[in-house]
């Protein structure tokens, strides 16, 4: 499986961004796209998950109510919505594939793209 991801960029706190993970490849198999991010001098902390299987979705507490990931499976592509982003969301996303969102190891990720919240 091969992912690229797009759309990190400088923005505000409060503001809003939408980073794009698109997949291709063995995508029927490994269908369930995670986010993670990482800055340095800090452990990788994973953000979100949408399971291929059923569509269910998980996120990390410091995002929940703020951050929404969906998918859009015709373009094997999946977003992460992100509002009202505060400085501590400053890092660089990567977004990852694997069978589901269990796997305590995800097995394919794509570069990362830099998020960056200042004003």
């Known amino acids: 499986v091969q992912l690229q991801a797009f759309g990190g960029g400088l923005v505000q706190p409060g503001g809003s961004l939408t980073l794009a993970c698109a997949a291709s490849?063995?995508?029927?198999?490994?269908?369930?796209i995670a986010w993670f991010r990482q800055t340095p001098g800090k452990e990788r902390e994973g953000v979100s998950c949408?399971?291929?299987?059923?569509?269910?979705?998980n996120y990390a507490e410091s995002v929940k109510g703020r951050f929404t990931i969906s998918r859009d499976s015709a373009k094997n592509t999946v977003y992460l919505q992100m509002n009202n982003l505060k400085p501590d969301d400053t890092a660089v996303y990567y977004c990852?594939?694997?069978?589901?969102?269990?796997?305590?190891?995800?097995?394919?990720w794509g570069q990362g793209t830099l998020v960056t919240v200042s004003s």
């Open positions: 949408i399971n291929g299987g059923d569509g269910s979705t």
């Open positions: 990852a594939a694997d069978r589901n969102c269990e796997v305590r190891f995800f097995g394919f």
């Open positions: 490849g063995s995508t029927s198999i490994y269908n369930t």
